[in-house]
C-alpha cells in the first residue's frame, strides 16, 4: 500500500465513527454485551476506511449501512420490516465486497489488468467471490451468536439462503458498479 504523508482533518464519515463511539456505549447500557459485541464489531469496521483513506462517498455508505444494520437488529426493525433484512443484507454485502477488493488492489494481491474486457469481468467476478466470502462469514458468526450468545438471533434453512442469494446479488451489482467505476477512471489510476 502506497505510504501517504499528508494527513487530513476530519471527513464526513468521522460522524459515522462518532455514532458508532455512542452506538457501543448505548448498546452495552441498553441492550446487554451482545449488543455491546455487536456495536464492537460495527466500530471496527466503521475504522477501516478511515485508516484506508477511502472516497468520503464510500467511507459514508459504507459505515452507515453497518451502523444501520446494526440498530436493526437490536430494535426489531427487521422483524417489523421483513424485507429489511434482505436488503441490509444486499447492500452491506455489496461494500465490504468493494472495500476488500480495493484492499486487495492497493497491496496488490489483486492487479487490474491492461486488458479491458477481460479486466472487467475478472473485477466482477473477483468482488462478487469476495462477498460470496464475506456472506458466509456473516452467515456463520449469525448461528454461532445463536448457539452460543442469544437464541433470539434469527436463523434458519430459508433465512440463511435467503441472506447469501441477497448478498451474492448485491456483490454481484457491487462488482460491476466497481467495474464501471474503474473503466470511468481509466487503468492504472489507484482506486
Known amino acids: 500500500m502506497p505510504r501517504r504523508t499528508a494527513e487530513r482533518g476530519l ?6 465513527r462518532a455514532a458508532a463511539v455512542g452506538s457501543l456505549a448505548v ?11 455487536l ?10 476506511p478511515r485508516f484506508l483513506r477511502l472516497p468520503a462517498a464510500l467511507d459514508l455508505c459504507f459505515g452507515s449501512s453497518l451502523l444501520l444494520a446494526a ?5 426489531g426493525w427487521y422483524e417489523a420490516v421483513p ?12 461494500l465490504v465486497a468493494v472495500v476488500g477488493v480495493i484492499i486487495m488492489i492497493r497491496w496488490q494481491l489483486l ?6 474486457g477481460r479486466a472487467t469481468a475478472g473485477l466482477v467476478a473477483i468482488t462478487t467471490a469476495v462477498g460470496a466470502l464475506s456472506a458466509i462469514v456473516w452467515e456463520v458468526g449469525e448461528w ?8 433470539g438471533i434469527d436463523v434458519g ?32 489510476r489507484d482506486t
Do not use: K, N
Open 157 to 188: 434453512y430459508s433465512d440463511t439462503v435467503a441472506d447469501l442469494a441477497f448478498g451474492l446479488s448485491g456483490a454481484m451489482l457491487a462488482g460491476l458498479a466497481l467495474a464501471a467505476q474503474d473503466q470511468a477512471w481509466g487503468r492504472g
Open 144 to 151: 454461532v451468536g445463536h448457539t452460543y450468545l442469544d437464541e
Open 111 to 116: 492487479e487490474v489488468g491492461p486488458h479491458p
Open 71 to 75: 440498530w436493526a437488529s437490536q430494535l
Open 39 to 48: 456495536f464492537f464489531l460495527v466500530l471496527g469496521g466503521v475504522l477501516v
Open 27 to 37: 448498546g452495552i447500557v441498553a441492550f446487554g454485551g451482545v449488543a455491546g459485541a
Open 83 to 94: 424485507w429489511l433484512d434482505l436488503l441490509v443484507h444486499a447492500v452491506c454485502t455489496g
Open 11 to 16: 471527513v464526513p464519515g468521522d460522524v459515522v
